[in-house]
């Protein structure tokens, strides 16, 4: 058997019996002290479950370059092997959450745990002190064999085992949001890593070989490096063909929209949240060319449901006023409107093969941080 799997079934057989367990004791941590239900039993799986983090932690140590010889005795999964780990992956901010749907747990922490903070240091852990108390004087120590200490001490046996079986998941972007991030536990899951190195891509971060962090989640998305690469290119074409249309446009020499513009760039000047989209603006000054405001409403109502920026796709879609809606009040609140719709289009056509490389046919990874991810370019 593949050790990796070895670890792995140790595990869920633990998870089976803490579920089971939950079956006789109420997990709760509401108007009651059941957290700190402790018996012989629960003991019991304490240590079975720290030993079990002993042993993974020293593969782990060896594995990632630990220096130490495997069998020597001066070798502590706590201040060698989770310190490396630790090193490695910052494991001290990697979260889990507890989802068992039989487990009735309010309190933040109870349920969202950062199992390995601080377990690189000796007797630093709720769950590691306890297990130290249990393991050498189980009876004066019985107390700390609890329900909190356990499930404690499971969380952070379920995390070293998601690093030590590295799995590393290929999916479209459309699909991310189905994947599994407990992996199988019926206990915990993981935090959903963020897409941060995603979107950098689409705005045109440039990468270099710059190393990828991740936070809360021990994992990492990014494209795959073949997807990240035509990423590039698409969206480099794309910003070569935005750039040959806007060259060839005639309002750029026309001082309206030349006011339009600089209009446009003093109100993001003084409200950064409202971006100037150069496209909007262009098929704003467009449509109220076409739809001038000093004709009569009746006339100017008869241009504007005749222009394919009323009868535009977007526009249809969102189900904006009729045309027996169409007031002198609200007409060119809605002339605007469809201007900014009509730009949204034309960036879309624009933007078609840059997004249907990005998101339609866009693979990404999912991988573990270990201090080494980063784009292959």
């Given at each position: 058997?593949?050790?990796?799997?070895?670890?792995?079934?140790?595990?869920?057989?633990?998870?089976?019996?803490?579920?089971?367990?939950?079956?006789?004791?109420?997990?709760?941590?509401?108007?009651?002290?059941?957290?700190e239900?402790?018996?012989?039993?629960?003991?019991?799986?304490?240590?079975?479950?720290?030993?079990?983090?002993?042993?993974?932690?020293?593969?782990?140590?060896?594995?990632?370059?630990?220096?130490?010889?495997?069998?020597?005795?001066?070798?502590?999964?706590?201040?060698?092997?989770?310190?490396?780990?630790?090193?490695?992956?910052?494991?001290?901010?990697?979260?889990?959450?507890?989802?068992?749907?039989?487990?009735?747990l309010?309190?933040?922490?109870?349920?969202?745990?950062?199992?390995?903070?601080?377990?690189?240091?000796?007797?630093?852990?709720?769950?590691?002190?306890?297990?130290?108390?249990?393991?050498?004087?189980?009876?004066?120590?019985?107390?700390?064999?609890?329900?909190?200490?356990?499930?404690?001490?499971?969380?952070?046996?379920?995390?070293?085992?998601?690093?030590?079986?590295?799995?590393k998941?290929?999916?479209?972007y459309?699909?991310?949001?189905?994947?599994?991030?407990?992996?199988?536990?019926?206990?915990?899951?993981?935090?959903?890593?963020l897409?941060?190195?995603?979107?950098?891509?689409?705005?045109?971060?440039?990468?270099?070989?710059?190393i990828?962090?991740?936070?809360?989640?021990?994992?990492?998305?990014?494209?795959?490096?073949?997807?990240?690469?035509?990423?590039?290119?698409?969206?480099?074409?794309?910003?070569?063909?935005?750039?040959?249309?806007?060259?060839?446009?005639?309002?750029?020499?026309?001082?309206?929209?030349?006011?339009?513009?600089?209009?446009?760039?003093?109100?993001?000047?003084?409200?950064?949240?409202?971006?100037?989209?150069?496209?909007?603006?262009?098929?704003?000054?467009?449509?109220?060319?076409?739809?001038?405001?000093?004709?009569?409403?009746?006339?100017?109502?008869?241009?504007?449901?005749?222009?394919?920026?009323?009868?535009?796709?977007?526009r249809?879609?969102?189900?904006h006023?009729?045309?027996?809606?169409?007031?002198?009040?609200?007409?060119?609140?809605?002339?605007?409107?469809?201007?900014?719709?009509?730009?949204?289009?034309?960036?879309?056509l624009?933007?078609?093969?840059?997004?249907?490389?990005?998101?339609?046919?866009?693979?990404?990874?999912?991988?573990?941080?270990?201090?080494?991810v980063?784009?292959?370019?």
């Amino acid at each position: 058997m593949n050790k990796t799997n070895l670890f792995w079934q140790v595990y869920l057989n633990l998870e089976s019996e803490v579920l089971e367990l939950s079956k006789y004791i109420f997990f709760t941590d509401t108007n009651s002290h059941q957290l700190e239900t402790y018996s012989v039993h629960i003991a019991d799986l304490l240590v079975r479950v720290c030993v079990e983090v002993e042993a993974i932690s020293k593969e782990l140590y060896f594995d990632n370059g630990g220096i130490k010889p495997r069998g020597s005795k001066d070798i502590f999964f706590d201040e060698d092997c989770l310190a490396l780990i630790n090193k490695l992956c910052k494991t001290d901010l990697k979260v889990v959450k507890i989802v068992a749907t039989n487990f009735h747990l309010e309190k933040i922490e109870n349920k969202v745990l950062t199992p390995l903070k601080n377990a690189h240091k000796r007797s630093k852990v709720f769950w590691a002190k306890a297990y130290q108390a249990v393991k050498h004087d189980r009876y004066n120590s019985l107390h700390y064999g609890n329900v909190k200490a356990l499930l404690q001490s499971m969380g952070a046996l379920f995390l070293l085992n998601i690093y030590y079986r590295d799995i590393k998941l290929t999916t479209k972007y459309l699909e991310l949001h189905k994947i599994d991030m407990g992996f199988g536990s019926k206990i915990f899951t993981l935090e959903v890593p963020l897409q941060d190195n995603i979107t950098a891509v689409l705005n045109g971060e440039e990468f270099n070989n710059k190393i990828l962090k991740s936070t809360t989640s021990p994992y990492i998305v990014k494209y795959t490096d073949s997807v990240y690469k035509q990423i590039v290119e698409a969206r480099k074409k794309y910003l070569d063909d935005i750039k040959a249309y806007w060259i060839s446009q005639p309002e750029l020499k026309e001082p309206a929209f030349i006011q339009q513009m600089l209009e446009a760039a003093e109100r993001e000047k003084k409200h950064p949240q409202s971006c100037v989209i150069p496209f909007w603006e262009l098929c704003q000054y467009r449509l109220n060319k076409k739809v001038p405001n000093h004709l009569l409403f009746e006339e100017r109502k008869k241009l504007f449901v005749q222009t394919s920026e009323w009868k535009g796709r977007i526009r249809q879609i969102n189900k904006h006023l009729k045309e027996n809606e169409l007031t002198p009040e609200n007409i060119q609140a809605e002339i605007n409107r469809a201007g900014v719709l009509a730009g949204m289009e034309l960036d879309r056509l624009f933007r078609n093969d840059f997004e249907r490389k990005s998101f339609n046919d866009g693979y990404c990874e999912i991988v573990l941080d270990k201090g080494n991810v980063r784009y292959d370019v």
